[in-house]
Nanobody, 126 residues
Framework: QVQPVESGGGLVHAGGSLRLSCLAS????????MGWFRRAPGKEREFVAL????????YGDESLKGRFTVSRDNAKSMAFLQMNSLKPADTAVYYC???????????????????WGQGTQVTVSS
């Protein structure tokens, strides 16, 4: 079992940037798909992005492409979410999750993931 820990959230003005980090300490980290989800107030959990063990990436809503970039550092057992040109609509709690092998499904659904972090709050003011 892996216990991801997110960091890097905070308050930023619209148009600003934040970089979220996720530490998932495990000797097998390089085999995991790491996903990012978010939950805005009153809304359901939303898929943001994932990065597979081989570096393949996938993003959720089209509005995220070009603004958000997911990456990983296997040597440090960490995943990252770089968020640029932030909008008030990006305000949410952001969660990091690990999908341990064997993997099933596309990776876009929250129930595919095995372990979750506690989340980090991102607030974008207008």
């Amino acid at each position: 079992q892996v216990q991801p820990v997110e960091s890097g959230g905070g308050l930023v003005h619209a148009g600003g940037s934040l970089r979220l980090s996720c530490l998932a300490s495990s000797h097998a980290f390089s085999t995991y798909t790491m996903g990012w989800f978010r939950r805005a107030p009153g809304k359901e959990r939303e898929f943001v992005a994932l990065i597979r063990y081989n570096g393949d990436v996938m993003y959720g809503d089209e509005s995220l492409k070009g603004r958000f970039t997911v990456s990983r550092d296997n040597a440090k057992s960490m995943a990252f979410l770089q968020m640029n040109s932030l909008k008030p609509a990006d305000t949410a709690v952001y969660y990091c999750a690990a999908d341990l092998p064997p993997e099933y499904g596309s990776g876009r659904d929250w129930y595919e993931y095995d372990d979750w972090g506690q989340g980090t709050q991102v607030t974008v003011s207008s």
